[in-house]
């Protein structure tokens, strides 16, 4: 990559770090994004609702969309874009199309999370001026790099002589779970031979390059609410079915769920809300959740342990409970041709290659959705992870990625791309 196009890139991630906006409204990020491509020219620009099919899993709130419409219109956002985007059907999908070949896809994610950024000056987003400029929103995991890297690799394969079609998607609200599911069944995934969804940071240096990560954890969330009966506290509290009891009930229970032997589980109850004043037993309390597995068997198993401790907890308070779970991401795994492509990318960078040593993304991905569904019609599918030197964890207050990671993977993956063609 040359100066120049490398600059460029490290200022979109910063411009994009300013501005961190969470799933389903990521408006000026769009904007911002098919500002860049459409410089590039590809010969197809799908956008917002164009990528998507109707349903959506976890969408905002009208309030929400509102504020996040008139946040984005004070920052610029082209107005014609916007208007694609104000539904909260956000990202895109660049296409070029060069003739007889393959058809590649490269999957980025945009959205940041409900965080706030650190102010620590030995913070660099903060000494250099990009901090987030909204509170409790933060890119606390790459995804600005990410969508810098997408328009990247767009660029270098326009540049060079690839023959087939390559696809870029900058993918919305990865973070709740969700961007991934409604672009599986929009018709954009059928044609793909070879899918290579990316990652940065890993709690790796950089110039490590890790081919196929494998270490997804399956993920569902869940909810629950509990019904009881109101009493004053003092005077009646045996007349009363202790809404808050219940809740507490399950918590303890749903983390002394036992663990399976055949592999990593997790649950955590994360939202607790309930109750009106100190001297009212509460008749209504909800909780919110995870479940995990190192496979999608292992997710099934807490959940189904999850559903049958809420709805006891309830009985054992004569409280009633409504449980929802969401249509959460399964596990998935990599095409070793694939893999070996990417190594053989990555060696002739001169980066490391090590693989996938189990704990790499440590978490779950909804990129597994698209790896699966592009598995079932017949192609290829490897998740690719770039290491940054990040000097804390992901999604914590000062997490940061070393910005030389953004030519590293650029010119690492578009290697690969034109060598799928060859």
């Given at each position: ?297 292992l997710r099934n198993y807490v959940e189904d342990h999850a559903a049958r401790v809420l709805r006891s907890a309830a009985e054992a ?95 690492t993956l578009a290697d690969m791309v034109r060598a799928l063609s060859a």
């Open positions: 990559m040359n100066a120049k196009s490398r600059s460029r890139l490290i200022e979109l991630r910063r411009d994009l770090h300013r501005r961190p906006e969470i799933g389903w409204r990521e408006f000026y990020t769009t904007g911002r994004i098919v500002e860049e491509l459409e410089d590039i020219g590809p010969d197809e620009l799908y956008v917002g609702r164009e990528i998507h099919r109707e349903e959506r899993i976890r969408p905002p709130t009208d309030d929400q969309l509102a504020r996040a419409r008139e946040r984005a219109l004070e920052t610029g956002v082209d107005e014609d874009v916007l208007e694609r985007v104000a539904d909260g059907y956000t990202g895109a999908l660049a296409v070029l199309e060069r003739g007889e070949g393959p058809t590649v896809l490269v999957r980025v994610d945009i959205d940041g999370l409900p965080q706030s950024e650190s102010e620590d000056p030995d913070h660099v987003p903060a000494a250099e001026g990009f901090r987030s400029e909204y509170g409790e929103r933060m890119h606390a995991c790459g995804h600005d790099a990410h969508a810098a890297i997408g328009v990247g690799v767009l660029e270098a394969v326009a540049e060079s002589d690839f023959e087939g079609t390559l696809k870029v998607l900058f993918q919305p609200a990865e973070e709740l779970g969700a961007g991934a599911a409604s672009v599986v069944g929009s018709g954009h995934l059928e044609d793909v031979d070879s899918l290579l969804a990316v990652h940065v940071g890993l709690d790796v240096e950089t110039g490590v390059v890790i081919p196929g990560i494998e270490s997804f954890l399956a993920i569902n969330g869940f909810e629950a609410t509990f019904e009881g009966a109101p009493a004053h506290a003092g005077n009646s509290p045996h007349e009363g079915a202790h809404a808050i009891q219940a809740l507490s009930t399950a918590v303890g229970n749903l983390h002394a769920i036992p663990r399976h032997g055949d592999g990593a589980t997790r649950i955590n109850v994360g939202v607790v809300e309930g109750g009106t004043a100190t001297n009212i037993v509460p008749e209504s309390a909800s909780l919110q959740g995870e479940v995990r597995g190192a496979t999608t068997e308070h004569d409280c009633e409970v409504d449980v929802s779970f969401r249509d959460g991401a399964p596990s998935a795994e990599c095409d070793d041709t694939l893999v070996d492509a990417v190594s053989a990318a990555a060696a002739g960078r001169d980066a490391t290659v090590t693989p996938d040593e189990g704990d790499a993304l440590g978490g779950s991905e909804d990129a597994t959705r698209l790896m699966r569904a592009v598995q079932r019609s017949g192609g290829d599918a490897t998740y690719v992870g770039f290491g940054a030197s990040n000097p804390t964890g992901h999604h914590t207050a000062t997490f940061d990625v070393d910005e030389a990671v953004i030519p590293l993977a650029v010119d």
